[in-house]
Each structure stands twice: as C-alpha cells, then as structure tokens.
C-alpha cells in the first residue's frame, strides 16, 4: 500500500467494510441467496462484482431465482431515459414476493440512485425498499446491509466527494477475460451526458494498485483483462503516470495475452498511445473511440472538443499504424437542432472510418445537463427515422469491415459453446471481431486459429486449423 492520496478511502474503512461482512456471515450468511442485478455500463458491472464479492463473505450464496432469493439488488444506470421506466417497473414487480416472503432484503444502488430526486421517489412510492445508495457507497455495503438485518430502512446518497476504493472484495463473473478499473469519475460534461454528475470527478489508481491487481489476477488464470474508465486517455496519476504507461508496464506481466480498455475520447488519444498500440505486443489492435457526431456543429454543441477533421484524422493515424486495428465507436442521433444535413455529416463519416460495430443510440434528454435545456430538442419520430438510416449505414460498414478477413487467419480466444444447429465455438481476436467455427470439442479458454471463410450475421465464421 504506497502512495496513498487523500482520494483513497482509509485502509481503516476497508478493513471494517471486510470484518463487517465476515460478522454478518457468523450471524445471519447461513444457507442465504442473493441476486445482483446490473443495468449499465462495464463500471456498472464491475461495481456489481464487488457488491458479490462482498455479499459472498457474508455467506451469501449467489442463485437464479428470484423466489429462493433471500436479497435482491438492482444496480442502477441513468444514462438514458428508458432505464429509469424499466428500473421502477422492475422494483414494484418485488412487491409481491416482498408481501409472500417478508425477510426478503430489497435494495437499489447506482448511478440512477445518485440523481437525489430519483432515489427520494424511489424511496417514497416503494416503502417495502429496504436499502438505497449511491455510487460513493460502496465500501459501507456491509455497515448499511448489517443495519437493514437489524431492521433499519436506509437511504444514503452523499455528495461525491470523489474516492478510491482499494482493497474490496470482487467475485468475478467470468473466469477468462475480466475487467480492471484504472480511473473513477469524469470531467469532460459533454453536454448530453449524467455521468459526470453522477459518477463524480476524474480520480485515477495509482499504477502499482493497477499492476498488483493484474498480477494478482494473471495468477488466477485470467488471458485478458479490459481496463476501465469513463475516459481511460485522461488517466493521471498522483505520481505523473499517464494511461500509456500502465500499457507498458502491464505488457510484460506473465500470464496475461491480451489487454484491452474502454473507453477512450479522441480528444485525448495521444501520438504516446497510439506508439503503445503499434510497439506492445499483448496491447490489442482494437479502441473503442466514440464520435457521437460527424456535424462539427453539433459536436461543438456537444462539448466533445474535437471536429470531424481531427476524428478522421485519429481514425488514419491508427489505422496507418497499429496493424489490422479495428474501430468501435458510440453515435447519437436527434441531438438538439440536429438538421438532415448534420445527419448527412454523421453518416458520411461512418462510411469514411470503416467503424467494425457502432453501438447507436436516440438522444435522450437528461435532468440537470446542458443539453436537456436547449432549444430545438428533436421530435421523436424523427429520431427514430435517423436511427433506423443510421443503423442501416453502420450495418453496411460492419459488413464491408468483415469482407476484408475472408481467406485470412486469425487467433481466437474461445469464449465458450454455442449448441443451438451443429456446436459452434466463439469467441474474439485481437481486433474485437467475434469469430464462429464449428468444433466438436469444447476449446473455452484457449487460444486457437481459425481461417475465416464467411460471415454470420455481423460476426465472422470460420473452420480450426
Ligand atoms: N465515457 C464513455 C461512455 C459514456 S455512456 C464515453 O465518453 O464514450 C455511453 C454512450 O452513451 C455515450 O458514448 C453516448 O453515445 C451515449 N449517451 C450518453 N448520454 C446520452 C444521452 N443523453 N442520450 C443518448 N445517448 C447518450
Ligand atoms: Fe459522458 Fe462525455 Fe464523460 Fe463520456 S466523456 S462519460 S459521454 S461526459
Ligand atoms: Fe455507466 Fe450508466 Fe452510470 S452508463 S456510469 S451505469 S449512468
């Protein structure tokens, strides 16, 4: 434990976060279930690995079914509208089982609980919640979980002070590929976007934390880990290190074949980083770099601090010199006042950069940011429209992207089976592109070559050889 800064929460805190959850398994863990629900991002779910990690020590017992379970959580997300409808419809369908089985623990955390409005009407339409926090909690998980046994109802949402937890507990969902968390927080208010609000400022690990908990996991047996950040190119450490530099000093750790991370904004991709994905061998040739836009209009309104010009010209540095990279990127449609021709721009750079996948959304106004105030928000049914010409266009490019791989051979790391025709094994290369073969044995957690000889769906297909 070196470096300490005074964004880390206490070793004390920690440590009495762990004893509490050890407490709770003597007196209350015996034969229990829980479920943990998650609703957003990778951050989203990596706290909800945590929170099992946590629930796992106090003798909790992880299970399926919603009726033996003896605590259900929801880990919330509000980055869009719809989330919110879902969450509420989700939490009152408790009421029932809640009334059947009264020692059943409800509760609600996340980024949704940190908009205060949201979790105080949460807390006031459904009385049978028993325990509500935000994203700033997480280490008092088990202080807070050992009153609602005691029969407390709690609702904690502080400010975000903006902390690093170290040394929680995770119980991770996979066994092959996982991810570690580099940075908390964002500060770039792009003007559409809660997280910033929600998630607090910027706060980057020191890199030994980072290292130790690869190694760490390396020793498990974990080939791949991601490495998370709402912005992973703003990472800054209290000691000077910047994002490129955990690169470098994860590349050579033992065990590890693959490491990736997400997500990454182009105003801050560095020529250092892009050296680090052509010099470094186990960095993958693969960045998620969200544009949201091709209008240099609307980007400006955005607050992305990037034009269209600078974009294209990231998307050829790459692809100039990272070998086979692939591009994965974020599009929103029916920002306000976006006219045809700022869709025209949108569309004419995903033709322009070749995106392998776009994950594309409508605009969805947000509470509280800058964006949710300007006039000219767009109609619905045109949102839609643009959404459905834009998936269409990125339906094209992913095809396009596939094409160039037929007749080639790649390797794939096996993520698992897929029975449903003849038994096909899947699972990624380097560049992100899942890659389908039929094999007879199950190859999950190996690394395999695979000739491509087709396309499935938006996938590639292939034969072992
Ligand atoms: N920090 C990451 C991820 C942010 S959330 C990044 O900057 O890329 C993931 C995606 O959700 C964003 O990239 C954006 O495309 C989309 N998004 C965020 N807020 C939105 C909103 N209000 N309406 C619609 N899409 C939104
Ligand atoms: Fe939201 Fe922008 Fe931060 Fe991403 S970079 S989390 S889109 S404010
Ligand atoms: Fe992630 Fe949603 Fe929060 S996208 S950071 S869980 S608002």
Not at 173 to 186: A, E, H, I, K, P
Not at 334 to 357: M, N, Y
Not at 400 to 425: C, H, Q, W
């Amino acid at each position: 434990m070196t470096n300490r800064t005074r964004l880390h929460i206490s070793d004390e805190a920690i440590q009495h976060a762990n004893e509490t959850a050890k407490r709770i398994r003597e007196q209350y863990g015996a034969g229990k279930r829980y479920i943990v629900e998650s609703y957003g991002c990778q951050m989203n779910a990596h706290d909800s690995e945590r929170l099992r990690g946590m629930l796992e020590i106090m003798g909790y017992a992880p299970t399926d079914n919603k009726n033996e379970a003896d605590f259900i959580i929801f880990n919330t997300c509000c980055v869009r509208e719809h989330a919110e409808k879902r969450v509420f419809g989700n939490v009152g369908a408790l009421k029932k089982l809640k009334d059947e089985k009264p020692s059943l623990i409800v509760g609600v955390c996340g980024c949704m609980m940190q908009q205060k409005a949201v979790s105080d009407r949460l807390y006031k339409r459904f009385p049978f919640v028993d325990l509500i926090f935000g994203t700033n909690e997480l280490h008092e998980f088990p202080q807070m979980f050992e009153k609602v046994l005691m029969g407390e109802r709690i609702k904690r949402v502080q400010d975000l002070e903006g902390e690093i937890p170290e040394g929680l507990p995770a119980s991770r969902t996979s066994t092959l590929s996982t991810n570690v968390v580099v940075m908390y927080g964002c500060d770039n208010f792009c003007s559409y976007c809660i997280v910033p609000y929600v998630r607090g400022r910027e706060r980057s690990r020191e890199i030994s934390d980072i290292i130790d908990e690869v190694k760490q996991l390396a020793k498990q047996g974990y080939k791949e880990i991601t490495l998370l950040g709402q912005n992973v190119n703003s990472y800054k450490s209290a000691d000077g290190h910047d994002f490129a530099d955990i690169l470098y000093a994860l590349n050579d750790c033992e065990g590890i074949r693959r490491i990736r991370f997400m997500t990454s904004h182009p105003k801050d991709l560095s020529e250092k980083l892009i050296d680090a994905m052509t010099n470094l061998d186990h960095v993958c040739n693969h960045i998620h770099l969200p544009v949201q836009s091709g209008s240099d209009r609307i980007l400006k309104l955005m607050n992305r601090k990037y034009t269209s010009a600078h974009y294209m010209h990231l998307v050829d540095e790459l692809r100039k010199r990272v070998k086979d990279i692939e591009i994965t990127t974020d599009i929103i449609v029916g920002f306000p006042t976006e006219t045809d021709e700022d869709f025209e721009a949108t569309l004419d750079i995903v033709k322009r950069a070749e995106f392998s996948a776009a994950f594309t959304f409508k605009y969805s106004p947000r509470t509280g940011t800058a964006a949710a105030k300007m006039d000219g928000q767009i109609a619905e049914a045109v949102k839609k429209q643009r959404l459905k010409i834009l998936n269409e266009c990125c339906a094209e490019a992913t095809k396009k992207s596939n094409e160039k791989y037929i007749g080639t051979i790649g390797e794939v790391f096996v993520e698992g089976m897929d029975a449903r025709d003849i038994p096909l094994g899947y699972g990624r290369l380097g560049n992100f592109k899942t890659v389908y073969f039929p094999t007879d044995r199950d190859l999950t957690g190996q690394f395999v070559n695979v000739k491509i000889t087709g396309i499935k769906n938006s996938s590639l297909f292939g034969e072992l050889i």
